[in-house]
């Protein structure tokens, strides 16, 4: 069972409906920059869903979160954007981190990442 942390704009001003006080749209809710990571207790892995996120979201978000972990902890990554099927693989075969699984089905690609 994966529980996905509730979505928190970083803007001040901006309503949960994703409405600016200058009535303008919020450019976080848009965009859906701001990612969601979730804690999977039962499998001892996280979650990071770059879901909707444009290109090149998906893989900066990757190296960025895989940064702040341990070697050895995996991460899962779960994105949209057709580019992330060539790009993570790419820069994991670049670096010290092992891509463990990956798979793509009905638009959704997932990756299984361990940090080295």
């Not at 990571?37 to 090149?56: K, Q, R, W």
Request: net charge negative; with cysteine.
């Amino acid at each position: 069972m994966v529980l996905l942390s509730p979505f928190v704009c970083p803007r001040v001003d901006c309503d949960e409906a994703g409405a600016l006080s200058s009535s303008l749209p919020c450019f976080f809710h848009q965009s859906r920059v701001a990612y969601k990571v979730a804690i999977v207790s039962e499998s001892g892995y996280e979650t990071l869903d770059m879901s909707g996120v444009p290109c090149p979201m998906p893989l900066l978000k990757t190296k960025l979160k895989l940064k702040t972990m341990s070697v050895g902890e995996v991460l899962e990554v779960i994105a949209t954007d057709s580019g992330s099927w060539r790009d993570i693989p790419q820069f994991i075969e670049n670096s010290t981190h092992t891509l463990l699984e990956k798979q793509t089905c009905d638009g959704l690609y997932r990756f299984r990442i361990e940090r080295g």
